[in-house]
T-cell receptor, first 114, second 112 residues
Framework: EPEVTQTPSHQVTQMGQEVILRCVPISNHLYFYWYRQILGQKVEFLVSFYNNEISEKSEIFDDQFSVERPDGSNFTLKIRSTKLEDSAMYFC????????????FGEGSWLTVV | LAKTTQPISMDSYEGQEVNITCSHNNIATNDYITWYQQFPSQGPRFIIQGYKTKVTNEVASLFIPADRKSSTLSLPRVSLSDTAVYYCLVGPFTGGYQKVTFGTGTKLQVIP
């Protein structure tokens, strides 16, 4: 079964450093998402991406965050200057198209900011 | 998006059938009901989706009454590996709907 893959699985970074989380969505999918889950809390929507632009973003997704699809296969989330409260599991997800009824999630990238 | 309410936690013994009910009183005509499963430190995984009546797959069954204001996820003969958080999501998955929104889910603990 095709799957969404994410790298790294775990990253530790110092506060103020830039972090890039990478995702390879399922190959024929057109909609891409980033979610995050702080330890012990619920899964929160960050951003959705379609046709090379952001289609929706949450309040969490401020100017410190950006997304990019640089080469037609990877989908990246960049945090420009990490804060302690950015420590969380970040999930990438994808959906085939607007009629697709299932969003597929990756296994996540665990980010620890120290 | 329709608001959902589900129990915070449930315990069950191995081998029993587990039913988790979700209330969604303000479900809209074009909303579907979807359930996801999440193991610790893993991404949510799609289990089942339905619009009305009953849907069954190799993992679970989903019962939706005629008024669609609630739904019940049924897991037959659970095992320890079914210990996870189960999320009920309601939304229009077609026509350009962009995201899913997770609630707090139901934490199912399967006991030996």
């Amino acid at each position: 079964e095709p799957e969404v893959t994410q790298t790294p699985s775990h990253q530790v970074t110092q506060m103020g450093q830039e972090v890039i989380l990478r995702c390879v969505p399922i190959s024929n999918h057109l909609y891409f998402y980033w979610y995050r889950q702080i330890l012990g809390q619920k899964v929160e929507f960050l951003v959705s991406f379609y046709n090379n632009e952001i289609s929706e973003k949450s309040e969490i997704f401020d100017d410190q965050f950006s997304v990019e699809r640089p080469d037609g296969s990877n989908f990246t989330l960049k945090i420009r200057s990490t804060k302690l409260e950015d420590s969380a599991m970040y999930f990438c997800a994808s959906r085939v198209d607007s009629s697709g009824n299932t969003i597929y999630f990756g296994e996540g990238s665990w980010l620890t900011v120290v | 998006l329709a608001k959902t309410t589900q129990p915070i936690s449930m315990d069950s013994y191995e081998g029993q059938e587990v039913n988790i009910t979700c209330s969604h009183n303000n479900i809209a005509t074009n909303d579907y009901i979807t359930w996801y499963q999440q193991f610790p430190s893993q991404g949510p995984r799609f289990i089942i989706q339905g619009y009305k009546t009953k849907v069954t797959n190799e993992v679970a069954s989903l019962f939706i009454p005629a008024d669609r204001k609630s739904s019940t996820l049924s897991l037959p003969r659970v095992s320890l590996s079914d210990t996870a958080v189960y999320y009920c999501l309601v939304g229009p998955f077609t026509g350009g709907y962009q995201k899913v929104t997770f609630g707090t889910g139901t934490k199912l603990q399967v006991i030996p």
